[in-house]
């Protein structure tokens, strides 16, 4: 088993953090620069930053806030939210993210992944797939974009799969069902779609426990672990996470 990496995420809405519940009722959870220089300390391996609002408000990534938390770490960035071109990712990784990761400009044109990997490296290229439960979707999953807002009759493991064939270096998919409600990772889904991927897959939406990020890796063959309410709201530490899935014979850097 390769090294398991622990990635707390920071939402973005008007400059601020925030967490909600199924990707609404946000609450605050502090500054980004903090939150960013103090997950580091902590141990984080890499930081997910998405804006969750860009693409509802029909707008690109504020480089500003990539540029201010970059400036505060030397661990990986990924940032998402209004990627929708390739001059978007050029700008938004010369703001100092290591990775972008693109979700419903990739569903409307996929070729944009391909391209995105040619240019940067399919190293950088994230693609997020966001889902819910549908029974009518031959596995079950059914994507959905715009924030979790627009389900587009099209199946999710079936699209994590193409994703990986157009050049995408990493898979973020995130159960709707489970998002900010702390009951725990859906497995079911992060095992679909690493049963179909080679690529890293990133275990995200529903963190609530210790156990909860032990199961992401066993039971659904995640290896990056993505977390924001239990960090945010410090319910766990990071070193807590880490040292629980050591002793669990998971291997982590500690």
Not at 123 to 147: C, Q, Y
């Amino acid at each position: 088993m390769e090294t398991i990496k622990i990635m707390p995420c920071l939402d973005m809405k008007e400059g601020r953090v925030v967490k909600g519940v199924h990707f609404v009722d946000l609450k605050d959870a502090g500054d980004p620069v903090e939150n960013a220089g103090f997950y580091q300390k902590e141990g984080a391996d890499e930081l997910a930053m998405l804006d969750i609002a860009a693409t509802l408000e029909n707008r690109k990534t504020r480089l500003e806030w990539v540029k201010n938390v970059s400036s505060v770490i030397q661990i990986p960035l990924t940032v998402g939210g209004g990627i929708g071109s390739l001059n978007d990712i050029e700008d938004v990784l010369g703001a100092g993210a290591a990775k972008v990761s693109m979700n419903s400009a990739a569903v409307r044109r996929p070729e944009l992944i391909a391209e995105a990997a040619e240019r940067f490296g399919k190293e950088r290229i994230t693609v997020a797939v966001d889902a819910r439960r549908n029974k009518a979707m031959p596995s079950g999953f059914e994507l959905v974009v715009s924030g979790g807002t627009m389900p587009v009759e099209k199946d999710a493991i079936e699209w994590a799969r193409q994703c990986q064939e157009l050049g995408a270096g990493v898979i973020l998919p995130t159960s709707m069902d489970g998002d900010g409600t702390q009951t725990g990772y859906d497995l079911e889904f992060t095992k679909a779609i690493s049963d179909v991927v080679d690529v890293p897959v990133v275990a995200s939406g529903g963190a609530g426990t210790l156990e909860h990020f032990y199961q992401a890796v066993v039971s659904g063959g995640a290896q990056v672990l993505l977390a924001a309410s239990v960090f945010h709201f410090r319910t766990l530490t990071i070193r807590a996470v880490k040292e629980y899935l050591r002793d669990k014979g998971v291997p982590v850097n500690l």
